[in-house]
């Protein structure tokens, strides 16, 4: 698979040395404060990631662009396993083309393109790696779908685990997805005022055009970035999942790939059920 056409700047979204743990050490107290009194995160199952073990973690995007339970993720395998054990994760290769500075700070923090070579390449280093194959779909999904697992069919995430020979372990959570209100998706609309001769805002196709009620525009129209409503954050790491068979020809198996896919949603859902009703009875004791 040939390289996306990129600028420069974002080039250094194929490099696994832009990771700077000084500059991840700089951020913990910022995410601290927002883990601790924003967001009041409350987190379970971190016994479920071996010590000495490259993983796959794959969660569930919530949150818009600010996506408020992914930084709440990162902040505590940071504080639970130091800068020095190494994580990457994926970035969409569309947004490392929205702003240089952007890219820029998510490649100090581990970010990487999406792209199966660098994810295969940072699983080769023993490095884990976290995903949210969901992408922009999952984000900006309505809120009427803000309790289910929403992956719009992509399964590149199962190829590359069953190519890396890696458990895929669940993350997780409730409430992230409170933090913004996403009404509808007028996307299809605007891709067929794109094909009738609209060009899209610098060139690039957002994939959704949500219309959402949220900080600090109120009434938003388009992928636009928002501010989180203080709402707590219930996160969680789930039970790996083990697949039957692994390997290039495994990864080769339509049927077999759609099953592994089939798996994890459900398993995820299934989880996602347990905690959402916790959180609920927790709600009420309190």
């Known amino acids: 698979m040939s390289e996306p056409q990129l600028t420069v700047k974002t080039k250094l979204g194929w490099s696994l040395e832009k990771r700077d743990r000084n500059f991840i050490r700089s951020l913990m107290p910022f995410w601290e404060f927002a883990y601790r009194y924003y967001f009041r995160v409350q987190t379970s199952g971190w016994e479920n990631i071996p010590a000495n073990e490259k993983v796959l973690l794959v969660g569930s995007h919530n949150g818009g662009m600010a996506s408020p339970d992914m930084h709440m993720m990162m902040y505590d395998w940071f504080s639970r396993f130091g800068v020095e054990r190494p994580i990457y994760g994926l970035m969409h290769p569309k947004a ?6 952007l890219a820029e700070f998510a490649a100090k923090t581990g970010a990487i393109i999406a792209h199966p070579k660098m994810a295969a390449a940072a699983l ?20 009427s779908l803000s309790n289910k697992i929403y992956f719009a069919g992509r399964q590149g995430f199962i190829k590359l685990a069953l190519r890396a020979h890696v458990p895929i372990i669940p993350v997780i959570s409730t409430g992230a997805h409170d933090t913004f ?17 609209m060009p899209w805002l610098m060139g690039i196709d957002p994939e959704v055009f949500p219309i959402y009620l949220g900080l600090p525009w109120g009434l938003s129209i388009g992928p636009l970035p928002n501010i989180p409503l203080p709402v707590t954050i219930h996160t969680r790491v789930c039970p790996a999942i083990v697949f039957e ?7 080769m198996d339509r049927g077999y790939v759609n099953y592994c896919y089939e798996l994890v949603v459900s398993k995820m859902q299934e989880e996602l059920d347990t905690l959402l009703a916790e959180s609920q009875s927790n709600f009420k004791l309190n």
Not at 185 to 194: A, G, T, V
């Open 96 to 101: 490392w083309r929205v702003s240089p500075e």
């Open 124 to 143: 080769r280093s023993d490095a884990s790696l976290l995903v949210y194959p969901g992408g922009a779909q999952d984000l900006f999904r309505p809120h």
């Open 181 to 197: 209100f996403v009404l509808t998706d007028l996307y299809p609309l605007f891709k067929q005022f794109h094909q009738w001769g």
């Open 245 to 251: 068979r692994y390997g290039n020809e495994a990864a």
